[in-house]
Nanobody, 128 residues
Framework: QVQLVESGGGSVQAGGSLTLSCAASGYSVNSNCMGWFRQAPGKEREGVASISAGRELRNYADSVKGRFTISRDNAKNTVYLQMNNLEPEDAAMYYC?????????????????????WGLGTTVTVSA
């Protein structure tokens, strides 16, 4: 049984930083695509960042490029999202996701339907 457990959310002021963690069990984070998504109240869930297996190719939404970094620790079977220079628009529930099988290209997509397993999320609040 696959479980993804997010942690690290919290409240910060604009310009601050947070690091989210996603601990996986029943699934190897190096086996296929891993992604971070977020959903703000009243909005659709959107892809933020993804990382591929093996070569660790990273894909970012334009809104977070240069501020967020996705990484993976295979030994800990954990994926991270380092978020710097946070803006009020970044406030949302952040979800970790894993793909069972993706063979569409070297970069992992930021599309919800490409991911099969989801965590319950962790909340990020950013005050102006």
């Amino acid at each position: 049984q696959v479980q993804l457990v997010e942690s690290g959310g919290g409240s910060v002021q604009a310009g601050g930083s947070l690091t989210l963690s996603c601990a996986a069990s029943g699934y190897s984070v190096n086996s296929n695509c891993m992604g971070w998504f977020r959903q703000a109240p009243g909005k659709e869930r959107e892809g933020v960042a993804s990382i591929s297996a093996g070569r660790e190719l990273r894909n970012y939404a334009d809104s977070v490029k240069g501020r967020f970094t996705i990484s993976r620790d295979n030994a800990k079977n954990t994926v991270y999202l380092q978020m710097n220079n946070l803006e009020p628009e970044d406030a949302a529930m952040y979800y970790c996701a894993a793909s069972r099988q993706y063979n569409g290209g070297p970069y992992c997509p930021l599309l919800r339907y490409r991911y099969n397993y989801w965590g319950l999320g962790t909340t990020v609040t950013v005050s102006a």
